[in-house]
């Protein structure tokens, strides 16, 4: 059974940090992409990064040159570090894991960016 477990949110002040984590486990072959993705109260769910398994890189514009998602193979983690945090990035962060025949989502994890 494939699970995503999401960590690392938390309550930060503007202009901090936090590395969420996506730990992942099962019958996961021929991943084909990792993803972050946030959901804000009222607002629609954004994609944030995605690491591709060529390791290509991309990132939403809001987030650009201060999120780096980043994969540990050993570890089966996915990462997504955040700098410089700021109210706007207040939201649930989620996983997903994109194999060739389906995808998989974790639970999401709250970050909340409040002086």
């Known amino acids: 059974q494939v699970q995503l477990v999401e960590s690392g949110g938390g309550l930060v002040q503007p202009g901090g940090s936090l590395r969420l984590s996506c730990a992942y486990s099962?019958?996961?072959?021929?991943?084909?992409?990792m993803d972050w993705y946030r959901q804000a109260p009222g607002k629609q769910r954004e994609l944030v990064a995605t690491l591709t398994s060529g390791g290509t890189t991309n990132y939403a514009n809001s987030v650009k040159g201060r999120f780096t998602i980043s994969r540990d193979n050993a570890k089966n983690t996915v990462y997504l570090q955040m700098n410089s945090l700021q109210p706007e990035d207040t939201a649930v962060y989620s996983c997903?894991?994109?194999?060739?025949?389906?995808?998989?989502w974790g639970q999401g994890t709250q970050v909340t960016v409040s002086s």
């Open positions: 099962g019958s996961l072959f021929s991943i084909l992409a």
């Open positions: 997903k894991i994109t194999l060739t025949s389906r995808h998989y």
